[in-house]
């Protein structure tokens, strides 16, 4: 009687075999490390997302990133312009460290040093596959383009988009001959109409995703948007409340839920880092074709809060919680540690700056890694320094719009040059529009920022007190 049943054996022993085969690809996909996305845009405003309480602007699918994941209501950009804000985030360090300032000019003779190790370089050495997408703006020379700085694949444009001939009514002339289109190390069009360009990126990084989806990637998108001139496709063109501007973000928050989307079809959702965040503040001078940082002071290329505090969301599902708010300071230069954290790497041989910041996005501590962040202007000006809830300056000059408002066609009016002739202290946690100078009422305050500028000074240096950083590495010169 006990044999009748043998005819059962092959049939168990396939079951078995199956459920050893799942066990191990759920193991697998516990043990795979996660995907990072990072979505970088330019120019765009503390209050350009709907989250951080845009009035006329619609953007869905970050909102809903947002209510999936973190809101980070005290981000940092490093710097308050492009190329320096760029080299940050993909080295960890302050810009005046590896000798990044300011937005680099086409043929310019200066470039991120291949000697540096970007976030792709180092993810690259831990087996991923890496794309850039967008504006690079750290260099227009084969040497020092993606390609040549860890990334596997490129497509996007070498520096800002107004650096062409523009028609005087679409904004200022740059002559420096017609805008490139790359694709890897090849020009494959020249881009005098941008209106397809946000498309064209996230087709790409969709492309890229799904080519990738069985094994880890990291995806940067540089959006060269909002920055101006602004372009729109079809699909968005007079759809916003906020004219041409607002069209420009909707585009951009459907590119988000276009990435987010293909992650969730391709299964890898769970297991993905997505970070969105902005490289500075908005153009102001540029008025309805600008964004807004309110209720922060000032935009672009100050070290004010509009200048440089940006609107970031951070989604993760597998480890992170959802619909979180973290009001504590942190900064792109610390993305790339965290990163290192999260999927294993080794972290650059060369001293950074950035810190992992992880045990604040989960909750653990409500600390910064940072005991201060330190606010550093293109010609390697010191300008101010956050310190928990302060915010201090130092004398300099900044521009300002002093309270005009900009145009309506695209054209930018002049900026004036205004001061802080002394110290000016601010407590952001109750003065986020830093209206009242509080410098005379927290002498103790002053001084212990004064002391830890004074150090920072001493690695990295001050034009406005003359100051030689002694820990400052060079740029790549070119010839």
């Known amino acids: 009687m006990k044999y009748q049943y043998l005819f059962l054996l092959p049939l168990l022993l396939s079951l078995l075999a199956c459920n050893s085969q799942n066990t191990t690809t759920e193991a697998d996909t516990q043990a795979r490390k996660p995907n990072v996305v990072i979505i970088f845009t330019d120019d765009q405003g503390y209050q350009d997302v709907g989250v951080f309480g845009s009035p006329d602007i619609k953007t869905p699918n970050l909102d809903q990133m947002a209510s999936e994941g973190l809101k980070l209501t005290d981000f940092y950009a490093a710097q308050a312009v492009c190329s320096a804000s760029r080299a940050a985030l993909l080295t960890g360090c302050y810009p005046n460290r590896v000798g990044i300032h300011g937005a680099l000019m086409p043929d310019a003779k200066t470039a991120l040093n291949p000697s540096e190790t970007t976030m792709a370089e180092m993810l690259k050495a831990n087996g991923y596959a890496t794309a850039a997408y967008g504006k690079w703006h750290l260099g ?19 520096y800002s988009n107004d650096m062409w001939p523009l028609h005087p009514q679409q904004g200022p002339v740059f002559n420096f001959g017609p805008l490139p289109l790359y694709d890897n190390t090849e020009v494959i069009d020249t881009l005098e109409d941008q209106s397809m360009l946000t498309t064209q990126i996230t087709e790409r990084s969709v492309a890229f995703i799904e080519d990738n989806k069985d094994k880890p990637f990291f995806l940067y998108v540089a959006h060269p948007q909002p920055h101006v001139p602004l372009f729109v496709s079809d699909k968005f063109k007079g759809k916003s409340e906020r004219g041409l501007y607002g069209d420009v ?18 299964g890898l959702d769970e297991n993905t880092l997505v970070i969105f965040t902005s490289d500075n503040g908005p153009w102001l001078s540029y008025g309805e074709h600008a964004g807004s940082a309110l209720p922060l002071r000032e935009g672009k290329g100050t070290a004010l809060e509009g200048g440089q505090r940006e609107p970031c969301i951070i989604r993760y599902p597998a480890k992170l919680e959802a619909g979180v708010t973290i009001d504590v300071p942190l900064m792109t230069i610390d993305i790339l ?4 954290a999260l999927t294993g790497s080794s972290l650059p041989d060369k001293k950074i700056d950035g810190k992992n910041m992880w045990s604040v996005l989960t909750g653990e501590s409500e600390e910064s890694p940072h005991e201060a962040y330190f606010f550093y202007y293109k010609t390697n000006e010191l300008h101010g320094v956050r310190y928990g809830d302060w915010k201090l300056y130092f004398p300099h000059t900044y521009r300002s719009l002093n309270g005009r408002e900009g145009r309506d066609d695209g054209l930018p009016i002049d900026y004036e040059q205004l001061n802080f002739d002394g110290i000016a202290l601010y407590n952001l946690r109750e003065d986020i529009s830093e209206t009242n100078n509080v410098a005379d009422e927290h002498p103790e305050v002053v001084e212990k920022i004064k002391a830890l500028a004074d150090e920072m000074r001493k690695e990295l240096g001050d034009r406005l007190t003359g100051v030689e950083g002694s820990e400052v590495r060079p740029a790549a010169r070119v010839e």
């Open 140 to 158: 227009d020379e084969p040497e020092y383009m993606p390609n040549q700085q860890g990334f596997d694949d490129y497509f996007g444009i070498p």
């Open 249 to 266: 973000i909707m585009e951009i928050d459907w590119s988000v839920g276009q990435i987010m989307e293909s992650l969730k079809s391709n």
């Open 337 to 340: 540690p965290t990163v290192a």
